[in-house]
């Protein structure tokens, strides 16, 4: 028995040996997912450009209240949707398990959890719009960014049931219909922001707080339009039905999703409010410090898009294999999602750093910003590499429904690593000479690369734990 023991293992060892870094099938499955969500994903952020530029034609006060006002209703909002998010890993695998028949019942419980979510967003952002009288000295300032929230509250259960008939979709490996609807989004958003802005016709002159009910009309517009896909496919027809159904809650249900969820959520809240803090930690230093932040910070995001897309790609993939317990499709599927992101992030790496002072200039013409932004994205390209693994592990690890893990890694990373050390690097000669701006970045690399180990080891320990032994 001994010996026959030792075959097996040696079998498989050689066999994993033999295992190929890149599998041809996983990898037209992960591109098929991931480029219709980076484009998308880029079209959502091409919204938000939208406004700005809009808002800025109009004048600076209207452009520094859309400013304010997304701060509050922006981080808000994008927490609770991601708290959705888990909804197309809970459907993917429920695939890879063949128990489809429960799709349904997940949609119908997430529509109800979108919807009260959205309240919880409303009052939130209503009370919170409050506060911006307390941090400003221009009333007119506070009122535009006030409008521009309450403008938007109308839209908020619209984005967030469009999470819902987003992880449908995505729970099936189709990611091309939220990518339409977003260019659709974007090719109405932009007309729609000038006439409320302007005033056009029967349109009002809102000003810059125009941007916020256009955002609640294009939700809507937005969210309707992929339900109408779902309802026209005869693939989806029958679960859109299931999911508009007035059923009564599931509460075991919902509270499964909302602890694989909220984890989700409250990270991204982190994460997001980090790299507001940081940025008001620079504020001192000056326009031309804070403007050369905001040009580095604007293309972090644009290429965090691809890892960020990968990442939604992987929580699908791992899933389904984890649902079906298909272990040795599931190593194939990381070990093909390493070699591509890592390949990419690389490319990314070294053209930001060969192309970095034509990319600023895009931004402005201020050599003084120009110089400085030019050294931030040095760093902006260095800690590429560590934002791509853990937005990778994450995924992973909502594929694999463990998700606490996420909450406490971007709480311990950010806030009490991360925060701490971007005002000592950037105020401070404590630990080195003040930095200034550079300063956010070094904080970032480390951040990031603590994230990053922290979850890259748990992922090592859960992928053990979800497939069963046989």
């Not at 209207?62 to 909804?87: E, K, N, P, R």
């Not at 619209?158 to 091309?176: C, D, I, K, P, S």
Request: aromatic share 8%; with cysteine; hydrophobic share 55%.
């Amino acid at each position: 028995m001994m010996e026959l023991f030792c075959s097996i293992e040696r079998r498989n060892m050689s066999a994993a040996r033999k295992a190929p870094w890149l599998d041809r099938s996983e990898l037209r499955r992960l591109l098929a997912l991931m480029l219709p969500l980076y484009v998308g994903n880029l079209l959502h952020m091409g919204m938000g450009v939208t406004d700005t530029v809009v808002a800025g034609w109009k004048g600076e006060l209207d452009l520094a209240g859309v400013a304010m006002g997304f701060s509050i209703s922006g981080t808000v909002s994008i927490a609770t949707g991601a708290v959705l998010t888990i909804l197309s890993a809970m459907i993917s695998r429920l695939r890879g398990a063949g128990a489809e028949m429960k799709v349904g019942l997940i949609l119908n419980n997430g529509k109800i959890l979108a919807l009260l979510l959205a309240v919880v967003d409303m009052l939130v952002i209503a009370a919170g719009s409050f506060v911006f009288r307390h941090i400003t000295d221009n009333p007119a300032l506070a009122d535009m960014a006030q409008r521009y929230t309450l403008y938007m509250l109308p839209g908020l259960p619209a984005m967030l049931l469009m999470r819902v008939v987003m992880a449908n979709f995505e729970g099936y490996g189709q990611t091309r219909p939220a990518m339409l609807v977003a260019f659709c989004g974007l090719m109405c958003n932009m007309p729609l922001n000038y006439a409320l802005v302007f005033g056009w016709g029967p349109f009002p002159q809102l000003g810059g707080a125009g941007c916020g009910l256009a955002t609640a009309i294009v939700s809507w517009c937005m969210f309707l339009c992929l339900l109408g896909m779902m309802l026209g496919s005869r693939r989806h027809r029958n679960r859109a039905g299931q999911m508009l159904a007035l059923r009564r809650a599931d509460a075991g249900l919902l509270r499964h999703t909302l602890r694989l969820g909220l984890p989700v959520g409250v990270a991204s809240l982190c994460e997001m409010s980090f790299f507001s803090m940081v940025t008001l930690i620079i504020a001192p230093l000056g326009e031309t410090a804070v403007s050369a932040q905001q040009v580095a910070i604007n293309v972090s995001g644009v290429i965090f898009m691809l890892p960020l897309s990968l990442g939604i790609a992987a929580s699908i993939r791992a899933a389904y294999h984890v649902g079906g317990q298909r272990r040795d499709a599931f190593n194939a599927m990381v070990r093909t999602l390493l070699v591509v992101t890592f390949t990419l992030v690389s490319l990314l790496m070294v053209a930001t750093i060969l192309l970095r002072r034509d990319i600023v200039s895009f931004y402005t013409d201020s050599a003084e910003i120009v110089d400085l932004a030019s050294v931030l994205l040095v760093y902006c390209a260095v800690y590429q590499i560590a934002d791509a693994t853990q937005a990778l592990m994450s995924g992973l690890l909502r594929g694999c429904h463990d998700t606490a893990i996420i909450t406490w890694s971007n709480l311990t990373s950010y806030w009490v690593i991360g925060l701490p050390l971007s005002y000592l690097l950037i105020r401070t000669d404590i630990i080195v000479p003040a930095m200034g701006a550079a300063g956010a970045w070094v904080s970032f690399i480390v951040s990031l690369s603590l994230a990053a180990l922290i979850l890259t080891l748990r992922f090592l320990h859960t992928r053990r734990k979800v497939f069963r032994s046989r």
